[in-house]
């Protein structure tokens, strides 16, 4: 029987191969940082997640020997059977403090949370409203609940507030959001989604992966920097972003909605609790956070520049201020070409395409980190330049 599925796939992949869609994984060769081996080749890491340097800092690497020395590799357990250490609750109770939120429950990633958030909280008499261009954990988590769905347009509130008007009856309506789109890097208007679901008396989610260590004053998130951190019901978000690049995520919010996930949501019921190497560094990622704001004031420094000098060499840019920085280039093959010309000028960033982003909105999605120099980041805009040069001739 598998021979007509192989022959199908074979033919999908030729397909993908054919239309510039393929994704080729490259081989790091080292650990993540600023500066990678891909290949071979020390080059700079322009595609990474690892917004504030951590993913290698010492601090992090020796909180999780330090862990792993005292509290063992793993926990070989779901957390309510005997997988629960000292350990993972004052990660929690950190991360309440850290976010301003009443408690919060650990996941083995964010994807996790997400997936057994809606299916505990909502049943067939509630509706849950969610923007276009949310993350596909969150779609993905909103399927496997049992309540009606709504989409509104990206960041659209007149949009929104008419979908909350015609589901007027629903028992309970919760809008869901990424607090930071990742593939545009525009932030959702958590102030105007507050002042609607509060009109409205609906209840509000926020995805926070891309924001949470570094976007507000403090680094504390999309609710820090709108000024609604008491008025976003839950919140949540990843360890395998900004606060170390390892993995892990998190559910926080309400203490009953916590409380009623860890009776109740399937993915923290059966899933092995987080490795406690992990749980360490994310609580030393926490008090790094905490005891400085050189990490934040460096990323930002370098968003400024690379967004400065890339408009100056008249390169497309989405706007913002998020250290995502969309450079679009419109055809698949062709960001696919410009991302294999800027490796080759020791630049690594990936071409993001079809079905990632819609068709003709190809780009090259580049992320600042804490770790660059401005230097490195002048180097990079520089070897944008001259693949732009290589590929108009």
Known sequence: MYGAMRDDLRAGLAEIREAGLYKAERVLGGPQAAQVSVTGESVLNFCANNYLGLADHPVLVNAAHEALDRWGFGMASVRFICGTQELHKRLEGRLSQFLGTEDTILYSSCFDANGGLFETLLGEQDVVISDELNHASIIDGIRLCKAKRARYRNRDMADLERILQENADARYRLIATDGVFSMDGYLAPLDEICALAERHDALVMVDDSHAVGFTGPTGRG????FGVTDKVDVVTGTLGKALG????????GRAEIVEMLRQRSRPYLFSNSLAPSITGAALAALDLLSS????????RANTELFRRRMTEEG?????GEHPIIPVMIGDAAKAGRMADLLLEQGIYVIGFSYPVVPHGKARIRTQMSAAHSLEDVNRAVDAFVVARSKMDG
């Open 245 to 252: 690049g390892a993995s892990g995520g998190y559910v926080s």
């Open 315 to 319: 390169f497309d840019l989405l706007p």
């Open 292 to 299: 400085s704001g050189d990490l934040l004031d460096r990323l």
């Open 222 to 225: 999309t609710p820090e920097l």
